[in-house]
């Protein structure tokens, strides 16, 4: 799937998160799927752990690396947000604050991602009730295996798989991704 902004298909507006999903809920619907299982990595897993909390036709979903939970508060996060509330409070360039991620985007683009990154999905975990599979690389740096753990925790029909790797741990670890998710689809098979 190509999220707007992300590959071939631009972004010709901010958007927001239920957006994008409004966009995958299309495609199901345009292709009259009655069940689906979503897999997402990294902001495609914030995108799927929406639809599973609200959508009854996804039946299971696979959530690797996943965006969407709150990060800890950690002192380097808050010098930077007091560093750039300063540089905007006396007008000083803030061209060089945030993430090199966000730097690079278009305007359109800047305020999608910060109504994206600024939502999170920890209350949502309770309603989802299809069974998620969670695959997480050990040294994910970007999602912090704390992530995943809560996940867990939150979504009642889970299970952890922890592959050795960081961010893009199904490219880290590709070999052992394909067996778990070959088997997961198999299961998810035989309970029909």
């Given at each position: 799937?190509?999220?707007?902004?992300f590959?071939?298909?631009?972004?010709?507006?901010?958007?927001?998160?239920?957006?994008?999903?409004d966009?995958?809920?299309?495609?199901?619907?345009?292709?009259?799927?009655?069940?689906?299982?979503?897999?997402?990595?990294?902001?495609?897993?914030?995108?799927?752990?929406?639809?599973?909390?609200?959508?009854?036709?996804?039946?299971?979903?696979?959530?690797?690396?996943?965006?969407?939970?709150?990060?800890?508060?950690?002192?380097?996060?808050?010098?930077?947000?007091?560093?750039?509330?300063?540089?905007?409070?006396?007008?000083?360039?803030?061209?060089?604050?945030?993430?090199?991620?966000y730097?690079?985007?278009?305007d359109?683009?800047?305020?999608?991602?910060?109504?994206?990154?600024?939502?999170?999905?920890?209350?949502?975990?309770?309603?989802?009730?299809?069974?998620?599979?969670?695959?997480?690389?050990?040294y994910?740096?970007?999602?912090?295996?704390?992530?995943?753990?809560?996940?867990?925790?939150g979504?009642?029909?889970?299970?952890?798989?922890?592959?050795?790797?960081?961010?893009?741990?199904?490219?880290?670890?590709?070999?052992?991704?394909?067996?778990?998710?070959?088997?997961?689809?198999?299961?998810?098979?035989?309970?029909?």
């Amino acid at each position: 799937m190509d999220f707007y902004g992300f590959g071939k298909t631009p972004a010709t507006k901010p958007l927001t998160l239920y957006d994008y999903a409004d966009g995958v809920k299309e495609l199901i619907s345009a292709y009259g799927m009655k069940e689906v299982v979503l897999v997402g990595h990294s902001f495609g897993g914030r995108v799927a752990i929406l639809l599973a909390a609200t959508l009854e036709c996804v039946k299971a979903v696979v959530l690797v690396d996943s965006a969407g939970m709150k990060p800890k508060r950690t002192f380097k996060k808050t010098l930077r947000q007091l560093n750039y509330k300063f540089r905007r409070a006396f007008k000083i360039d803030v061209s060089k604050c945030g993430s090199e991620d966000y730097r690079a985007l278009d305007d359109v683009m800047k305020i999608t991602f910060k109504n994206v990154v600024n939502l999170y999905l920890d209350d949502l975990l309770p309603a989802v009730n299809c069974p998620a599979l969670i695959i997480w690389g050990r040294y994910d740096k970007d999602t912090p295996l704390y992530m995943a753990k809560r996940l867990k925790k939150g979504i009642k029909d889970s299970g952890l798989i922890i592959l050795e790797g960081g961010h893009y741990s199904y490219l880290d670890d590709y070999g052992t991704f394909l067996a778990v998710l070959d088997s997961y689809f198999r299961d998810i098979c035989r309970q029909k």
